[in-house]
């Protein structure tokens, strides 16, 4: 039998100090007093489009924390007192949501007991660590009605906007009242479905996951995602302007399972031109960093 190495040796030791007996009962607690909160947050996963990216939310999180295991295991684990204390403030604040039914204050405070679970077995270097997956999460969680609201109409209108200039552009005569288009063969309402809400927190979630495995520079993390606004609404306002073009064809190609499609084929766009967008400000910086670096000519003698 060969030998073990002694960094698997290090790495088995490790994992035997973890408190594993704790992390299980805390694990099962948790899963009980929150079952009705996880049951109807998977529920929205799998019904409501509007959060259908947050079935990969906990498994990207997942990964990530799988990823930086060696250094989590190699981190000094000191138990933190305030951890407790964000646990039973996360505790406190699931009774009011459950007793004024407030979904979004429920389901934050799942995270939050995450956290505090997290500080209170590991401490406040562990919580660093795993800073961003936990960030993550909170994506898992679709946006309380008032503030969805707030957003969705504001990018109906611009929408809207943006598919009337376009299609009066390629030629195509448009009427617009609000969010309603009135083209020659058809009538274009630009919907909640349609205002790019969707893509919107689908892209910024993608954002954060491409810069956190492609990009070290945490400048131009925030740079990704910020860019993922006007990103997100150019592919909407496109999207509608070729249903717009289409449904002048074929009223058949303006809804339906092409529709469908066509949203789809539009979000991909949309994340290439993201990658695009960060590879294009990549080389920009790159060559301004090798025309610092030329040295000078030297004079001559």
Not at 213 to 229: D, G, I, K, P, Y
Request: overall charge neutral; aromatic content about 12%.
């Amino acid at each position: 039998m060969a030998p073990s190495s002694p960094r698997a040796d290090n790495h088995a030791t490790q994992l035997r100090g973890l408190p594993w007996k704790t992390l299980l009962a805390i694990a099962v607690a948790v899963g009980v007093c929150y079952a009705p909160v996880i049951s109807r947050l998977a529920d929205d996963w799998l019904h409501d489009e509007n959060v259908s990216h947050g079935v990969f939310v906990p498994i990207v999180a997942a990964y990530i924390v799988w990823q930086e295991r060696e250094k989590l295991l190699a981190a000094k684990w000191s138990p933190h007192w305030l951890g407790l204390a964000v646990i039973l403030g996360a505790g406190l604040q699931l009774y009011v949501a459950t007793l004024g039914v407030e979904l979004f204050l429920a389901r934050t405070a799942l995270v939050f007991t995450i956290i505090g679970i997290v500080l209170y077995l590991g401490g406040f270097e562990v919580l660093k660590r795993l800073a961003f997956p936990l960030f993550l999460l909170f994506f898992m969680i679709p946006l309380p009605a008032v503030i969805y609201n707030q957003i969705t109409f504001p990018l109906q209108l611009l929408a809207s906007r943006l598919a009337e200039h376009s299609l009066g552009f390629v030629g195509i005569p448009v009427l617009r009242e609000g969010n309603i288009l009135e083209t020659p063969h058809q009538r274009l309402s630009v919907v909640e479905a349609c205002s790019g809400i969707r893509s919107l927190l689908s892209l910024s979630f993608l954002a954060l996951v491409y810069g956190y495995f492609f990009e070290r520079r945490q400048w131009l993390r925030v740079v990704l995602l910020v860019a993922t606004v006007p990103i997100a609404i150019a592919a909407n306002a496109f999207r509608v302007t070729l249903t717009g073009v289409l449904g002048e064809y074929d009223e058949s190609l303006a809804e339906g399972a092409f529709h469908l499609f066509e949203g789809w084929v539009v979000f991909v766009v949309a994340l290439g031109l993201l990658v695009g967008f960060h590879r294009a400000v990549t080389l920009f910086l790159g060559s301004i960093g090798s025309r610092n670096e030329t040295p000078n000519p030297s004079p001559p003698d």
